[in-house]
Structure formats: C-alpha cells, structure tokens
C-alpha cells in the first residue's frame, strides 16, 4: 500500500479471512476494550498464520500506521506470546475476529490460557512480589519517619506496582495495564476488595505516600498472603514486620 491508499483495518481484515493459511485474527488493545475508543485509537491486529504456511501476508508484519497496527505470527508462535511476557494482559482481553483452529474454538482457548496463571506459577510469583512489595513499603515508611519525604513518597509509587502485580497474580490473573486498571476492576473486582476503595487508595500511595493507608492496605495483603500460604515471606522481614504494621520503630541492620 503506498501512502495515496495506506492499508485499512477493513481491506486487512478482508484479505486475512480470504487467506485459507490464516488460522486466526485477534484484536488487542482499546478496541478490544468496550468503551475504551478514541478519536486516537488505531486497529492493534494480530494475524495468526498455519506454523509452516507461506502467505503475502507475512510482508505486512510490523505494519504501523496511524489507524493499523500489525502482527503476523505462526502458530507456535502465538501459543507463546506473552506466555511469559508484556502482551499477556493485552492477549488475555483481546477479541477473537477469525478462529480456525481446532473447529473454531482454538484461538479463543489459548486467550482464555493466557487469561489464568498455572497455580503453581501464581504461588511462585506471589512469593517473589511480595517480598518486593514488602521491601517498598518498607523503605515508604522508613523514610518517612526519617525525614525524606520525598524519597518517602518515590517508594510508596513503586511499592503500588509491586502490589497490584502481586493482587492480580494471588487471583491468577495478569495484571492489566495502568489504562486499563479501572477498566478491569470495575468488570472483574479483585476478591475480597472492593474496587472504589482500592483504587482510592493506591491513587493516594502513588501520589502523596500517605503511611496510615499504606498501613491499611499492608494489613488486608499481611492476611490474603498469610491465607494463601506466603506467611514465611513474611516473617523472614522478622521485627521490620512491625515498622510495616505501624506498631514499633524497625531493628537496626535486618534490611539496608
């Protein structure tokens, strides 16, 4: 396509389904996502392409333009995108527009896959998040009754990723991406939290650092991480735990 007739989403998605080498098309991203759409948003299109098959539309991988996004993968290739990885959230909304694969259902079943993490997986990412979390908010609160606001308030925003990462993989879910965070909750709420308040309180961690809330929030995570198994992770932050929970000052020495 030159630039007098720039390739559609219409004419793309023509061309997929006339391919007989296409086993599917998927769409991510704001249009994937009811009442997300702007004037800005463009066509995020994955084409899925039988593992061996040869087709012109293999030319159009990395297409981009102002209305169309494209990615054209083999099979193999798509059952492992994101599997770990960045697209796994955008996958695991994404729409199904074309599925040929194993009488129609098969690439809404590898979304779905990618949509729910092993529970082993889970477990053992929960583990790691926590700690990280916990590290965080640690360091949140440490400045802050030091005396450095500033580097108080930078630690409660990062303590933020690490716990929405660690709330989305304890349900077995990958965490959305922050333009999609209100999105998601608001269709799929976390269990156990109600969606308003959650989100009311780590808009004010990432922007004022506020330790009563942080408090707060480490004590609901302190109970789900201990109920899911994860009390070890915690305890090994030893009387740190206790700078965390607002009851005493922290050890000297037992983290730097």
Do not use: C
Not at 11 to 20: G, I, N, Q, Y
Not at 38 to 48: P, W
Not at 137 to 166: H, I, M, T, W
Not at 220 to 226: K, L, S, T
């Amino acid at each position: 396509m030159d630039s007098e007739h720039p390739l559609s989403y219409d004419t793309l998605v023509a061309r997929a389904v006339a391919d007989p080498s296409v086993v599917g098309l998927v769409l991510k991203g704001s249009r994937a996502h009811d009442g997300m759409v702007t004037e800005h948003s463009d066509h995020d299109l994955y084409v899925v392409v039988a593992d061996e098959a040869t087709t012109e539309l293999s030319a159009l991988h990395g297409h981009r333009s102002a209305t169309l996004d494209v990615i054209v993968m083999p099979l193999a290739g798509f059952r492992a995108a994101g599997m770990p990885g960045f697209e796994r959230y955008a996958l695991a909304r994404a729409q199904v527009l074309l599925d040929r694969l194993d009488g129609g259902t098969g690439i809404a079943r590898l979304l779905a896959e990618k949509g729910r993490l092993d529970a082993d997986e889970a477990l053992r990412e929960a583990g790691d998040l926590l700690d990280a979390y916990a590290n965080s908010l640690y360091r949140s609160l440490k400045n802050d009754r030091d005396g450095q606001p500033l580097a108080a308030r930078l630690d409660a925003a990062d303590s933020v990723r690490f716990l929405l990462e660690l709330l989305f993989t304890l349900d077995r879910r990958p965490r959305p991406y922050n333009k999609y965070l209100e999105w998601e909750l608001t269709r799929y709420p976390l269990p156990g939290w109600d969606t308003g308040a959650l989100l009311e309180a780590v808009g004010r961690i990432s922007s004022t650092g506020d330790t009563a809330v942080q408090r707060s929030v480490f004590a609901r995570v302190e109970a789900n991480a201990r109920r899911a198994g994860l009390g070890e992770v915690l305890d090994a932050w030893g009387e740190d735990l206790g700078l965390m929970r607002g009851e005493a000052g922290p050890s000297p020495g037992v983290r730097p």
